[in-house]
C-alpha cells in the first residue's frame, strides 16, 4: 500500500529546533521529488520545501536559511530539520511526492490534495 508516514512534530519554544521525518512504505522513493507542505490555522496548505531525486533543492521564502531538507534513500526517508522555529511556522507539515521539479512541486500543494497522510503536527509557542 502506497502510503507516506510524517513524524517528529512537537510543541516548541520560539527559536527552538525539531526534525520532521517522512517515511514512505510500498514504494520506492528512488527517482522522485519529494516535498514538505504545511497547512497553518485558517491558511491554505503551502509548499515549505522540496528535493528532487538528484538532490536538488527549493525553499520557500519564509524558511530559507532555517530549514534544510534532505533524503536518505536506504531509509526511504526524507527530514525536514528546522531552527530558529518562529509562532508562524504553527502548522500540520504533510509530505508528497511527484516526478516533478522541486520549484514545480512546491508551488502546485494543490496537487496534492486527496493524497495527505496524517500529518505530523508542530506548535510554535512565543
Known amino acids: 500500500q502506497f502510503q507516506f508516514v510524517e513524524s517528529g512534530g512537537d510543541l516548541v519554544q520560539f527559536g527552538g529546533s525539531l526534525r520532521l521525518s517522512c517515511r514512505a512504505s510500498?514504494?520506492?522513493?528512488?527517482?522522485?521529488?519529494i516535498g514538505w507542505f504545511r497547512r497553518a490555522p485558517g491558511k491554505e496548505y503551502e509548499g515549505v520545501s522540496c528535493?528532487?531525486?538528484?538532490?536538488?533543492?527549493f525553499y520557500a521564502d519564509s524558511v530559507k536559511g532555517r530549514f534544510t531538507i534532505s533524503r536518505d534513500t536506504a531509509q526511504n526517508t526524507v527530514y525536514l530539520q528546522m531552527n530558529n522555529l518562529k509562532p508562524e511556522d504553527t502548522a500540520v507539515y504533510y509530505c508528497?511526492?511527484?516526478?516533478?521539479?522541486?520549484?514545480?512541486?512546491?508551488?502546485?500543494?494543490?496537487?496534492?490534495?486527496?493524497?495527505w497522510g496524517q500529518g505530523t503536527r508542530v506548535t510554535v509557542s512565543s
Open positions: 528535493i528532487s531525486s538528484d538532490g536538488s533543492t
Open positions: 508528497a511526492t511527484d516526478l516533478t521539479t522541486p520549484q514545480t512541486m512546491c508551488s502546485k500543494p494543490e496537487r496534492y490534495l486527496g493524497v
Open positions: 510500498g514504494f520506492s522513493l528512488d527517482y522522485r521529488a
